[in-house]
Every structure is written in structure tokens, then in C-alpha cells.
């Protein structure tokens, strides 16, 4: 049940952008510092988040705090580490997490060998301030730490140790908080990434962490929607939202961010309109990805990387989509030419072989939010234009792959199994939207079918959301597998004589449900 609109009336909410409700509650909100540090309210105090996977809404006295406050550095225990890339996945990483109160001097210790963390490296805190929603929420001051590492040898396993003043991790009595993580070779050689979107916290959304861990990827592609502190997901202030509940994420996913590079794009649940004109103040402050798009500063979710022979396009679906406009055409159509721009670049590369997009609404689905028809209009046409191999989606909370889609239609049925090239037959795009969070279905008549379980059906009848937010129905024949069930995808991409995509969707339980090849040229 959505909680009542306690900011802007809502027939007010309903006429203002992302941007004019953030002016709204900058000026309008109530501002008192009754602080409650991150990790107290999440249960656990100083030492992160509860085993229980719940919040307090209520802080208790321990828990509250002064922004000046001080904690002893030796109590504060930090928690949530999460890896990713620099703009160079040979030679950069960044290394995130959190603590639940400010300290002093935080950095990184990082060396060849665990027993020998002799280079220190700088953290910088970011510090962000969540507003008091009076009767609904205290004001939540959360700290997240980064360091950046420059200079890395290619194809390397370096270990590492979070720490700060009173808290180091090369101390006898904190070895067990090392981690490890291996930059992308000079070379390409064959690898495993891993993908989805729509995950949350939970038992569902922790098995698939688990699951996809033992894939062994070198990255994994997080599709948006990530941990659903907003609930309703409208990009409005109207929204239910619990900050506490990034805390409980973060130590959820610590168990396999921590040495698998964590990508992150932005959904519709992403957009928080506490923290900055465009929803994104927050996912900046948790989060350090390439800066390497067309404007870091306003759009943390657009860059792009390459590692081994695939170049990877991060994209932010909010500013296109038609279903849910709160920051539709945010950018001024930058977003778009830079991904022009990104896509020739990539595509003119002698070393790139692959060109894999992902971003969070859909392109073609037949589940819940069905298509979206700004999605299509902007960006379908540059996908075809420089012959992306695969797109990757989140959004519906299912796993569904079309046939290769050239022009609209089916270009090259792509059964289980088959494979396909995209400079002939067009592009299959998948929904991987199964990575933890309540699950959806398909339209009526149109059952799962998908390895093992294979229910030929020649269309389905389903919509695509147009400009003026009306769903326009349409009779599709490109649904091609359809499962309702958590899942994720796993693709081995091989370099060499013969390049491959070897893409496979894989159940909670690590049954194979799908699995398809790209080819170019074959």
C-alpha cells in the first residue's frame, strides 16, 4: 500500500518534472538534523546492518546522532564493499562501501599477496543527507567511502583491505575482512559476464547473488531497479521511500561485489527526489562508476568499457521512456548523440568484436510494463545503425528473449539453441528482469516456454507505451522464450578465429532455461 503524499499535494505532483519537485522539497521540507546513522538504524549500530534484513523506523537514543559526533574508528566496522571499473578495466578499479558513522582518513590497502597490503591508497567520504519527512520519517545521515586505483597491472589478482583511523584491516584480528578482485587481461581471452536487473533484498535476490558467484564472471551488468528504497518507482516525492534499506542492500550484495566488479545502470526506482534535481544525487553518492559518459556529474548511469573483445554501453532509460516521464528528455537529447557517438567508436575498433548494450525499460516485452515506445524511437534506430550484438533489459520482472528483431519484425527465428548474426538478421533483445524482487507474468494465453518446457505459440497480443502515456496494443511474434521464475543471465564471450557470444539464462537453481549464439559473419 503506498503511503499518503505527506510533501506536494498531488495534483500538484503530477504536473511537476523530477527537477521541480526536488526545488519543492529543498525549499518546503522541514530541515532538522535529527540524525540517525545508517547502520544504528538498519539494527545493527556501528557495526552495519541487522541479520534480521529489517529497518526501525524509530531510532533509538545510542542511535542518534550529532553530525559532528565523534566514534571511536576502532568500533566503526566497515560494510557493503562493491567494485567497479574505472573507464580502463586493465588498469582501473574503484573500490566502494560504507560505515555507519564518519571517520577519519579512511583509505585502501591493497598489495599482490594478502599478507602484503603495502601500498595505502586515500578514500574520500560522501556524505548524504536524507531529509526528516515529518510523521513519517527521521532525517538519515548515510557515509559512503571510495577509492580509486590507478596504475594496475593487466590480468592481475590484487588484494585488498578497507580501513580508516583506528580500523586497519592488515591487523591480525581483521585479515578476515581482505578481499581480492583481477583486472581485464592486455589480451582477450575467453570470459564470463553475468547480467540482470530488478533484484531488491531478500532470500530470492540473495540465492541468485550465490548462483551467479559460482558462474566465476569477470563483471556483472546490474540493469537498474537496484535496491527498491523507493518503492513506487514514479520519479514523484509521493513515492515511499526508506534509505535505510540501501544499508540491508549493500550487505546483501557485499557477498559477491566485493570481487566481481558491480555495474550499475539507473531504473525507474533509482530516481530519488530527495537528493538532486534529476533523482541521481544518491546513486552518485553510493556508487562509483567510468566517467567516461557524456556527463557524470547528472548522469552517473551512462559510460561505457571494453574488456577483452566486447565494448559494453551503459544507457539511462528514464530519459526516454514514455511510461514513466518523470525525467524524460533530461538530458536535451545528449544522452542520445554520445550514444551515437559511442556506438561508431566502438564499432570502428579492429579489437572489439562484440557490442552489448544495457539499460532498464524495455525494448520488447510482453509482461507487465510491456514496450516502451520512446525506448524504440530514440535508440532502436542507432542499434541497427552500428549492428549491436545484444541489449540487455531489466524492468518486467521475468525472463523473456526475442528472436532476432531487424526492422520491427522478426528478422531470423532464433529457436533454443540456434544461433544468430546480427550484421544479417538484426538484434535478439533480452529481458533479464528475474534478479530477485516480486516476480510478474505474461498476457493471457501466452504460457512460459523455454528450455526443457518449449510451448510453441506463433504471436502474442500485448502493448507499447506512446508519447501521450497510452498503451497502443499490438500482436508481436518475436516472443520467443518466456519464463516466470528468478533467473539471470550468464554469457561467454570468446575472442580468436571464430568470436562468439555464448549466451545462457539460468534459473535460481542453476537449471539452464535458455541458451543462444551471435556470430558476426558466420
Known amino acids: 500500500m503506498d503511503l499518503p503524499d505527506f510533501g506536494i499535494p498531488p495534483q500538484l505532483a503530477r504536473r511537476m518534472s523530477m527537477a521541480e519537485q526536488h526545488e519543492y522539497l529543498r525549499t518546503r521540507l522541514t530541515r532538522r538534523r535529527t540524525l540517525v546513522t545508517a547502520g544504528a538504524v538498519a539494527g545493527g549500530l556501528l557495526t552495519g546492518c541487522s541479520e534480521s534484513g529489517t529497518t526501525t523506523t524509530k531510532p533509538s537514543p545510542s542511535a542518534t546522532n550529532s553530525p559532528t559526533a565523534k566514534v571511536p574508528g576502532s568500533v566503526v566496522t566497515p560494510f557493503g564493499r562493491h567494485l567497479a571499473f574505472g573507464a580502463d578495466p586493465k588498469t582501473q578499479m574503484r573500490i566502494s562501501w560504507q560505515v555507519p558513522a564518519a571517520v577519519k582518513k579512511p583509505y585502501v ?141 549493500l550487505k546483501q550484495t557485499e557477498t559477491v561485489a566485493r570481487s566481481v566488479p558491480w555495474m550499475v545502470t539507473t531504473g525507474n526506482h533509482d530516481m530519488e527526489a530527495w537528493y538532486s534535481p534529476d533523482g541521481y544525487g544518491g546513486q552518485s553518492a553510493r556508487f562509483s562508476l567510468p566517467e567516461n559518459g557524456f556527463d557524470p556529474r547528472t548522469a552517473p548511469g551512462v559510460y561505457a568499457f571494453t574488456y577483452g573483445n566486447v565494448g559494453v554501453v551503459a544507457l539511462d532509460a528514464n530519459d526516454v521512456s514514455y511510461e514513466i516521464p518523470a525525467n524524460l528528455g533530461y538530458t536535451d537529447g545528449l544522452q542520445t548523440k554520445w550514444l551515437d557517438e559511442k556506438l561508431r567508436e566502438l564499432r570502428s575498433s579492429p579489437a572489439i568484436d562484440f557490442i552489448v548494450v544495457f539499460f532498464h525499460h524495455c525494448a520488447y516485452s510482453t509482461s507487465t510494463h510491456a514496450s516502451d515506445g520512446g525506448v524504440r524511437a530514440e535508440w532502436l534506430p542507432l542499434f541497427a545503425r552500428h549492428e549491436v550484438d545484444l541489449v540487455i533489459n531489466g524492468h518486467n520482472h521475468v525472463y523473456e528473449r526475442t528472436d532476432a528483431i531487424k526492422n520491427g519484425e522478426v528478422g531470423k527465428p532464433v529457436p533454443i539453441g540456434e544461433s544468430t548474426d546480427p550484421t544479417r538478421d538484426g538484434i ?63 554469457v561467454e564471450a570468446e575472442s580468436g578465429a571464430t568470436p562468439r557470444l555464448k549466451v545462457s539464462a539460468l534459473a535460481q537453481s542453476g537449471e539452464r532455461i535458455d541458451h543462444f549464439e551471435v556470430r558476426r559473419g558466420a
Do not use: M
Open 428 to 490: 535478439v533483445y533480452v529481458t533479464a528482469g528475474g534478479g530477485g524482487k516480486d516476480l510478474y507474468g505474461f498476457p493471457v494465453g501466452a504460457d512460459e516456454s523455454y528450455e526443457g518446457h518449449v510451448r510453441e505459440r506463433e504471436s502474442v497480443t500485448t502493448f507499447q507505451w506512446t508519447r501521450s502515456r497510452l498503451a497502443k496494443t499490438e500482436t508481436v511474434e518475436w516472443s520467443r522464450v518466456r519464463y516466470r521464475g528468478f533467473s539471470f543471465l550468464s
Open 109 to 249: 590497502r591493497i598489495g599482490t599477496r594478502p599478507e602484503e597490503l603495502s601500498r595505502k591508497i586515500e578514500a574520500e567520504v560522501r556524505d548524504l543527507h536524507t531529509p526528516e519527512l515529518q510523521g513519517v520519517r527521521p532525517a538519515f545521515e548515510q557515509y559512503y567511502v571510495h577509492a580509486a586505483l590507478d596504475g594496475l597491472r593487466p590480468g592481475t589478482t590484487y588484494y585488498y583491505g578497507v580501513g580508516h583511523d583506528g580500523f586497519d584491516p592488515a591487523a591480525p584480528d581483521r585479515r578476515s575482512t581482505i578481499s581480492s578482485f583481477r583486472t581485464a587481461p592486455a589480451t582477450p581471452k575467453t570470459f564470463v559476464f553475468t547480467a540482470f536487473g530488478d533484484q531488491g533484498v531478500g532470500k530470492d535476490a540473495a540465492a541468485n547473488d550465490h548462483v551467479l558467484l559460482r558462474q566465476d564472471p569477470a563483471f556483472h551488468l546490474h540493469a537498474g531497479d537496484i535496491c527498491y528504497a523507493n518503492v513506487n518507482g514514479r520519479g514523484k516525492e509521493s513515492d515511499s521511500y526508506d534509505p535505510g534499506q540501501w544499508d540491508l542492500f
